[in-house]
C-alpha cells in the first residue's frame, strides 16, 4: 500500500513539472523550480522501487498515475486535444492495473 503512495506522488511530481515546462516554455529561466522537482521525483521512484512488491508492480502503478494525471493536465488544464491512441493506452494500463490486482 505504500507503494501506492510514493507511486501517485512520483506522479503527481512529474505532472506538474511538465505541466509548468509546457505552459511556460522557458527552461532555463525557471532552473530553480525544475532542479527540486527533479530530485523529489528521483527519491520518490527510488521509494517505489524499494517499498513496491516487485519492480514491475511498482512501474504498472507509476503508469497509471502519471497517464491518468498526464492526460487530466493535458485536457483541463493545457487545453489540448488528445488522440485516440492517448486514450486506448489509458485504458490498457488502467487494465493492467486491474488485472494485476485480481491476480494476486
Keep these: 500500500m505504500v507503494s501506492y503512495l ?9 505532472t506538474v513539472c511538465e505541466t509548468f515546462f509546457a505552459s511556460r516554455g ?3 529561466k525557471d532552473l530553480w523550480l525544475y532542479t527540486p522537482m527533479a530530485l523529489l521525483t528521483n527519491y520518490c521512484i527510488y521509494r517505489l522501487v524499494r517499498s513496491a512488491p516487485t519492480l514491475v508492480d511498482g512501474l504498472i502503478i507509476f503508469s497509471l498515475g502519471t497517464l491518468v494525471l498526464r492526460t487530466t493536465s493535458a485536457v483541463f488544464v493545457l487545453h489540448q486535444r488528445l488522440s485516440p491512441g492517448t486514450w486506448c493506452g489509458l485504458a490498457l494500463v488502467g487494465l493492467a492495473n486491474v488485472i494485476r490486482y485480481a491476480w494476486r
Excluded at 510514493?6 to 512529474?14: D, K, P, R, S
Aim: aromatic content about 24%; cysteine-free; charged content about 0%.
Design 6 to 14: 510514493w507511486a501517485l506522488l512520483a506522479a503527481l511530481n512529474v
Design 26 to 28: 522557458s527552461y532555463w
